[in-house]
């Protein structure tokens, strides 16, 4: 009987040209990963193709050399931009996964005579005019800043043969599904078109219907799941403590490059500005930056002078940090699949990682969204010190998993009886009589505060009105009939009542 196990796929076993396979060897790569070795050749047979994968799984290589291999025919040395139409539009949906696409490009193209180009927004717009005026056939961009270029009339998409859109998810996420249909609607319609999501829903799927021309689909993982290589722990802890136990970890030795996500980017300036008075260092990257601000950010994070990057969703798609060890969610995403996204920056490549959420009382709803997208239960840690809210409860509404409160302290002797078992203090003068009724040692009923007053029963103020002070007064005075101890009804001023 045959041998049954398959020697490994190796690159030279998927049909790229010799030139492109040069640049592959120059990485170090030997063996393609499943999605490469599944999504190369069918992408060099010309189909239309729906890839999903979970990030640091090698899917931007999966797309850019068969990509590449397939406009080879078309490449020239000249210098005129006549010879450099664009040939392969790659879509990406923030700045920095667009700048990682392109340096892919420019990585598996540095032996061919191909031309490529990356635009994105908040960068003058002037530059990026001139480059493609010069002719180029890979053209990696943001929808946004593309249609700004397409107003300016300095594109052509009258030679796109290949359309990829990347992160399809993200682009979904953030709105920029409208931008996308004028941009297809702007191509010819005989190209190939490549869909690329870390996952998968029905948007999705119906984007891809609009798309896509009977595609393949390729899942190298089951929809939505995370790396086995990656430990999940959340710390219960109540939302006001979440800063203190933040700097409570980073100061352990455990922790020496920490990627840290917030909601929103306010939030993430001032947890990062919280984070440098206590001594770490930290940065902050989000939407509001400047590209320059961020691309030193993110350098000053991989060369190891920033400890802690803390990060929006969106800045943060598309980082690509070589074994980045943890990832702190400070507050659970709103949207279970952020989740997902949110710590694959951490465990790719087979690698080991640790992805942390500090969860309060408002997000343990969250928490059991993540848990059932992922079907993981996440283990539950709480850091002494920094105990979660008595409203903390898992999973939502169950009792039983509630923390009992703190016991009150004992009321003094002097205060312990209840403020309504008092004797009633005269309107016109001080208290009469001694306070009554002593519990001694025992423990006060809940609905009892520190000083006796009780909360089951309506405040009755201890200060007598100044009314019935003034009436006092008029009761002291000589030849005053009324008995002493009768209430007289204050009547207001403007009818005669007091002072006449």
């Known amino acids: 009987?045959?041998?049954?196990?398959?020697?490994?796929?190796?690159?030279?076993?998927?049909?790229?040209?010799?030139?492109?396979?040069?640049?592959?060897?120059?990485?170090?790569?030997?063996?393609?990963?499943?999605?490469?070795?599944?999504?190369?050749?069918?992408?060099?047979?010309?189909?239309?193709?729906?890839?999903?994968?979970?990030?640091?799984?090698?899917?931007?290589?999966?797309?850019?050399?068969?990509?590449?291999?397939?406009?080879?025919?078309?490449?020239?040395?000249?210098?005129?931009?006549?010879?450099?139409?664009?040939?392969?539009?790659?879509?990406?949906?923030?700045?920095?996964?667009?700048?990682?696409?392109?340096?892919?490009?420019?990585?598996?193209?540095?032996?061919?005579?191909?031309?490529?180009?990356?635009?994105?927004?908040?960068?003058?717009?002037?530059?990026?005019?001139?480059?493609?005026?010069?002719?180029?056939?890979?053209?990696?961009?943001?929808?946004?800043?593309?249609?700004?270029?397409?107003?300016?009339?300095?594109?052509?998409?009258?030679?796109?043969?290949?359309?990829?859109?990347?992160?399809?998810?993200?682009?979904?996420?953030?709105?920029?599904?409208?931008?996308?249909?004028?941009?297809?609607?702007?191509?010819?319609?005989?190209?190939?078109?490549?869909?690329?999501?870390?996952?998968?829903?029905?948007?999705?799927?119906?984007?891809?219907?609009?798309?896509?021309?009977?595609?393949?689909?390729?899942?190298?993982?089951?929809?939505?799941?995370?790396?086995?290589?990656?430990?999940?722990?959340?710390?219960?802890?109540?939302?006001?403590?979440?800063?203190?136990?933040?700097?409570?970890?980073?100061?352990?030795?455990?922790?020496?490059?920490?990627?840290?996500?917030?909601?929103?980017?306010?939030?993430?300036?001032?947890?990062?500005r919280e984070l440098q008075r206590a001594g770490i260092a930290a940065d902050s990257i989000h939407g509001d930056k400047s590209q320059l601000e961020r691309l030193k950010a993110l350098e000053a994070f991989k060369d190891g002078s920033v400890l802690v990057l803390v990060a929006t969703d969106v800045a943060a798609r598309g980082l690509d940090i070589d074994e980045l060890p943890h990832v702190i969610n400070f507050e659970l995403p709103h949207t279970p699949e952020d989740y997902i996204h949110r710590i694959g920056r951490t465990g790719r490549a087979g690698k080991a990682g640790t992805a942390i959420s500090l969860v309060s009382a408002s997000e343990v709803q969250y928490l059991v969204d993540i848990e059932k997208l992922i079907r993981i239960q996440v283990e539950q840690v709480i850091v002494p010190g920094f105990e979660p809210e008595y409203e903390y409860t898992y999973p939502p509404g169950d009792k039983r998993h509630r923390r009992p409160p703190a016991a009150p302290p004992p009321a003094p002797a002097s205060l312990a009886t209840p403020r309504s078992e008092r004797s009633p203090p005269s309107r016109g003068g001080p208290r009469d009589g001694p306070r009554t009724g002593s519990h001694g040692g025992a423990r006060r009923p809940s609905h009892i505060a520190a000083d006796g007053f009780d909360f089951s029963k309506p405040y009755e103020s201890a200060e007598p009105h100044p009314a019935a002070a003034a009436i006092g007064a008029d009761a002291a005075k000589p030849g005053h009939a009324e008995h002493p101890h009768k209430r007289r009804r204050a009547v207001a001023a403007l009818l005669g009542g007091l002072g006449r």
Do not use: W
């Not at 690159?11 to 070795?37: H, M, R």
């Not at 908040?122 to 929808?143: S, Y």
């Open 1 to 272: 009987m045959s041998d049954l196990k398959a020697s490994p796929i190796r690159f030279t076993d998927l049909g790229l040209a010799p030139d492109l396979l040069k640049a592959v060897a120059d990485q170090g790569y030997l063996e393609p990963t499943p999605i490469q070795a599944q999504a190369i050749p069918l992408i060099l047979a010309g189909r239309d193709l729906m890839g999903g994968a979970q990030t640091g799984t090698g899917k931007t290589a999966a797309f850019t050399l068969p990509l590449l291999q397939r406009i080879l025919p078309f490449a020239s040395p000249s210098p005129s931009p006549a010879r450099h139409p664009v040939r392969v539009l790659m879509l990406a949906p923030t700045r920095e996964l667009a700048i990682q696409v392109h340096q892919s490009v420019k990585t598996y193209s540095k032996h061919v005579p191909i031309k490529s180009c990356c635009v994105y927004g908040g960068v003058d717009i002037k530059a990026q005019i001139a480059e493609i005026r010069c002719g180029v056939e890979v053209l990696v961009a943001t929808p946004g800043r593309l249609l700004d270029l397409v107003e300016q009339k300095c594109l052509h998409f009258n030679s796109v043969q290949a359309l990829v859109l990347d992160e399809a998810d993200r682009m979904l996420d953030m709105g920029f599904i409208p931008d996308v249909t004028r941009i297809i609607n702007m191509l010819p319609q005989q190209r190939q078109s490549l869909l690329f999501s870390a996952t998968f829903s029905e948007e999705i799927k119906k984007l891809a219907d609009r798309m896509l021309k009977s595609p393949e689909l390729i899942e190298v993982a089951k929809r939505n799941t995370v790396s086995e290589t990656i430990t999940h722990r959340v710390h219960p802890v109540a939302s006001d403590a979440k800063r203190a136990l933040l700097v409570k970890l980073l100061r352990s030795s455990d922790f020496n490059q920490v990627l840290v996500f917030t909601r929103t980017k306010i939030e993430t300036n001032k947890l990062a």
